[in-house]
T-cell receptor, first 110, second 113 residues
C-alpha cells in the first residue's frame, strides 16, 4: 500500500502563531484529504485537495502531486485548532482504498 | 449536511462476547467504511462496501465481519471479542461519483475486558 508520513508528530503553539503541517506519500494518488480530529474523537473534513491550493478562512492547503506531498497551513492559531490533523490519500490504482498518516497532534496554548 | 450516525458511543464487553457496531448514513452514499484507530497507528481500514451486499476486506479484517443489507446501514461484527480489539471504531461514507470525500461518524469506543 501507499506509505503516508506526516510531520511533525507533535506541535505546541502559542495562540496567534502560524504553522505548517506536512504530508508525504509514496505513490500516485487519486485523492488527498485533510482532516481535523477534535478532542472528542470526531473527524471533520477540512480539504479535499488532490492537487493545487485551496483556502478556507485561516486554513489553507497545497498539494503538489508530482512531488508527492501536501502542506496544511494554519494561520493565527486559536485554542480551538487543537487536536490531531490527519492526511489521507486514495490510491491511484485502487479506488476507495484510503491510507492515513499517523497524524500531527497540535496543542495551541492560550 | 451528510450525517453518519454510529449507534453506540461507548461500549464495554467481555472477552468472547459477540459485538455489533451499527452505522447509518442519510445521504444515499454508495460507499461505506469501517476503520479502527489506535494510538500511534493512525486509522486502519477493516472493511469497506461499495454497494448493498458487497464488501471488500481492508488491511486488518481478521476477527471482524460486516453486513450491508440496506444502502444506508453498514454493520461491523466481532464474532468473539478479544482484548486486542479494544479500540476506537470509526465509520465513514462517501460517494462513488464526483469528489470522493470521506464523512465520518463520531466513533464508537469499545473496551473488551
Amino acid at each position: 500500500g501507499i506509505q503516508v508520513e506526516q510531520s511533525p508528530p507533535d506541535l505546541i503553539l502559542q495562540e496567534g502563531a502560524n504553522s505548517t503541517l506536512r504530508c508525504n506519500f509514496s505513490d500516485s494518488v487519486n485523492n488527498l484529504q485533510w482532516f481535523h480530529q477534535n478532542p472528542w474523537g470526531q473527524l471533520i473534513n477540512l480539504f479535499y485537495i488532490p492537487s493545487g491550493t485551496k483556502q478556507n478562512g485561516r486554513l489553507s492547503a497545497t498539494t503538489v502531486a508530482t512531488e508527492r506531498y501536501s502542506l496544511l497551513y494554519i494561520s493565527s492559531s486559536q485554542t480551538t485548532d487543537s487536536g490531531v490533523y490527519f492526511c489521507a490519500v486514495e490510491s491511484g490504482y485502487n479506488f476507495n482504498k484510503f491510507y492515513f498518516g499517523s497524524g500531527t497532534k497540535l496543542n495551541v496554548k492560550p | 449536511d451528510v450525517k453518519v450516525t454510529q449507534s453506540s458511543r461507548y461500549l464495554v464487553k467481555r472477552t468472547g462476547e459477540k459485538v455489533f457496531l451499527e452505522c447509518v448514513q442519510d445521504m444515499d452514499h454508495e460507499n461505506m467504511f469501517w476503520y479502527r484507530q489506535d494510538p500511534g497507528l493512525g486509522l486502519r481500514l477493516i472493511y469497506f462496501s461499495y454497494d448493498v451486499k458487497m464488501k471488500e476486506k481492508g488491511d486488518i479484517p481478521e476477527g471482524y465481519s460486516v453486513s450491508r443489507e440496506k444502502k444506508e446501514r453498514f454493520s461491523l461484527i466481532l464474532e468473539s471479542a478479544s482484548t486486542n480489539q479494544t479500540s476506537m471504531y470509526l465509520c465513514a461514507s462517501s460517494r462513488t461519483t464526483g469528489a470522493n470525500v470521506l464523512t465520518f461518524g463520531a466513533g464508537s469506543r469499545l473496551t473488551v475486558l
